[in-house]
DNA sequence: ACTAGATAAGTAATCATTTACTTTCGTGCT
DNA sequence: AGCACGAAAGTAAATGATTACTTATCTAGT
């Protein structure tokens, strides 16, 4: 248990071949970075790239896989946040935050992952399913269990979770991508401006 | 006045070289995409390319101005929408249809834009600017207006705009750029729903 | 001495771009 | 009207640089 999977001996370069490999293709994609830059930045030998991985594809493979596995804790706090008997306005501003914390500690994922989907890599299916849609399909159901407590209006859950996914992954995206977007002075009030506007919006209203 | 302003000659081969290079830039990206690509497509020759355009730098730049140039009606009907008289809920519609209606006749347009910006092209700032920053500036001039009027409750003028686009782009630019994505039965009835979510959430409450 | 880690020095293919050349065609002169 | 001329349109073939990837060799730990 104790010894790697892959090699006995503990050689390091694997690790320093993927962390420069995976700001490289969150920087330029995966057709705008060559193995020489990536042997440059993770000051390897340029061959030994072959050594531990089949070709630029699966090393390309093997990031994104990686960055699937680790939106599992992520998803995980989302699910149990919405699983509280705190309020919808709590739990709603949880969610928020957890969206702009994981993207403020890795402000590679969003880029890797929408390069993977213009670049149409066949992994961007899977990194679609475990990112997009696994969030809104909790999303939308934790909508239709407060619905059907009277708690929401009557709306579409997929469409409202959609809504919800949308102001605040646009607003971190447009962050994300274009550098010359204004940056945000004040998040905790970006959160609560957007959480009140989409709350305000699916609330029932009492007679 | 009636001849061309680029060359006296008619050659239709610039115009072939454009059409080919931007499908191909959509599809593949700047650096996705080779000399030869772009010149199969178009049926001419490689070196003709070069007749035209100082590089494969300058026929992207032209390309992305064009598509900058092709904004303005757009955001003039944009405009338009929101001087009018109607409802607010007639106004965020109209927006909003227009907003699906310039993405369907022109799939093109989001992909070269989310990759400009992800690639890092020195345009991209122009072509953030040209879309996104006066989308948000014209609806949150509106939305300001509205609110001095009390309609809307009293909010951040810019994040509530923010949110808009966020609802709406955010759907289209998924449907985009992942194929995989469940594409959407019915168009007037996720616009309904993202207006009314939006609308209820800014709405001022009589008492 | 064996084996995995690492590398220098390649490979053929492909890249954007250029060169040197031919063809096409509008324009001004006779 | 005809014709020479120059410039633009178009092309085949080559340019050197760069690409992903390989091979042959060396080094270090057990």
Known sequence: MSTPLHSIRASGSRDKIIAAATSL????????????????????????????????????????????????????????????????????????????????????????????????????????????????????????SRTREGVFRALDPMLTARAFAGIVLHYLVVQTIFPEAERLRDREKAIDTFVDIFLQGILRRLP
Do not use: W
């Open 25 to 144: 293709f969150a920087a330029h994609g995966f057709k705008g970075t060559t193995t020489r830059m990536i042997a440059d930045l993770a000051q390897v030998n340029e061959a030994l790239i072959y050594r531990h991985f089949p070709s630029k594809e699966g090393l390309y493979a093997a990031i994104i896989e990686k960055k699937i596995e680790k939106l599992a804790p992520l998803l995980e706090r989302l699910r149990r946040a919405a699983e509280t008997s705190e309020s919808p306005q709590t739990v709603l501003r949880e969610i928020a935050r957890e969206m702009f914390a994981s993207v403020e500690d890795d402000p590679q994922f969003l880029r890797l992952f929408y390069f993977s989907g213009l670049e149409g890599h066949s992994l961007s299916r899977m990194f679609f399913e475990a990112y997009i849609e696994t969030f809104n399909r909790n999303l939308s159901s934790y909508i239709l």
